[in-house]
């Protein structure tokens, strides 16, 4: 089974000039793999068209009249879990850092973030590129069980740029 990633894209090392993101450093790299006990449980995604209602100035029978006003969202919801933090799993003190970067930086204006989820449909997965990128909206974390070492997560990604 092929681990899901979290990354980020500097002007440095953007798709073209590193096109396999396993590639980056590893600073960059948030990788879910089980066998440190990181764990991506699932993940959601949210696409919500903006439909406008319009109500008629003057009746126009019995009538819904809708207008498309273009994409409202698209977002990405990861879940999972970490155990506690070992040499090779620093998932959490990861998530802190990336969460506070810049989203977006002169190359990579809709978001600099990139997923990798191989066990789920295509479009799940992002490189971040000058069109398209994703930004995280927010993270939520929950201590889980009698000890201390197992963390609940999620984290909410943002996609931003061209849809396709």
Do not use: C
Not at 60 to 86: C, F, H, M, P
Request: glycine content about 10%.
């Amino acid at each position: 089974m092929a681990n899901a990633m979290l990354y980020y894209r500097t002007p440095s090392n953007t798709a073209a000039l590193v096109p396999d993101p396993n590639d980056l450093p590893g600073f960059q790299k948030l990788l879910f793999t089980p066998e440190d006990g990181d764990h991506v449980t699932g993940i959601e995604e949210i696409y919500d068209n903006n439909i406008v209602r319009r109500i008629p100035i003057k009746p126009k029978g019995r009538n819904i009249i809708l207008r498309d006003e273009g994409v409202a969202g698209w977002e990405y919801t990861i879940s999972g879990w970490w155990a506690e933090q070992t040499p090779e799993a620093d998932s959490e003190d990861k998530l802190k850092d990336f969460k506070v970067l810049d989203q977006e930086d002169d190359t990579h204006e809709f978001g600099v973030f990139g997923l990798v989820y191989p066990n789920g449909p295509e479009y799940m997965t992002l490189d971040p590129i000058p069109t398209k990128g994703l930004m995280i909206k927010s993270t939520r974390g929950k201590h889980v069980g009698l000890s201390n070492k197992v963390v609940d997560f999620s984290l909410t990604l943002w996609r931003g740029g061209a849809v396709d």
